[in-house]
């Protein structure tokens, strides 16, 4: 059983969850009552307002939109199962203020700060991959910071469900990522898929196959707790 660093036992939050195995439709009156002492997880959608991130091969459809949809999933996902959770980002905007030199630093820098104000206990970070050499590759990849025993925990439990959705079998990576260093818990980022990929974006950019992977990455997180 995971205990985190506050020393907050996950055990009901975990029970709660499984007993929701098969739905996860709580009604709003219980969604609401989250209390303060609930397990905080952090759910950053990548790039945002002028940085669009990679786009589509084909349809040229931003990441950006692409990581929002999904967080906003993951973000019913745990608020059903009884998590706090907060988003670094809630629109189709960038964290940065004015669209002017800098912008990309102050973005992370604001993404560091609403981490650290909500002292989470997990923190996801989601994004699309590409590689336009190979248009062939497809599939998530999970990445973890280097030293952090429980964020490799982490991601490879989460890399284990998207393997299982994709029919791959990939192992979780060390990243040198800015947002995995903000916050002394648990932390990965996730590259959902290849937008590189004509049926993997096609796929991407459906609202089933974005929940699929909310799910997958979902149980992945309990999975880490179990």
Known sequence: MFVCRRGTLFALALSLVLL???????????AAAVPANAPCIVLDAGHG???PGVVGR?????ESDVNLKIVQKLQK??????FRVVLTRKNAGGLYGLPTKGYKRRDMEERRRIIR???????????????????SRRGGQVFFRAGSAAGE????????????????SVSALKGDFFL????????ALVECGFLSNAEE????????????IARAVFEGVLSFLS
């Open 49 to 51: 307002g002028v940085d």
């Open 20 to 30: 929701l195995s098969c739905s996860f439709a709580l009604s709003a009156a219980s």
């Open 117 to 135: 104000e909500a002292e989470p206990d997990f923190v996801l970070s989601i994004h699309q991959n590409t590689f336009p050499s190979d248009p």
């Open 180 to 187: 995995l260093g903000c916050a002394d818990c648990p932390s």
């Open 77 to 82: 996902l745990f608020s059903d199962a009884g």
């Open 58 to 62: 084909t349809t040229g459809e931003k």
């Open 201 to 212: 974006e096609r796929l991407l950019l459906t609202d089933e196959y974005q929940g699929k």
């Open 153 to 168: 925990a982490l991601a490879v439990s989460i890399q284990a469900r998207l393997n299982a959705l994709g029919g791959r």
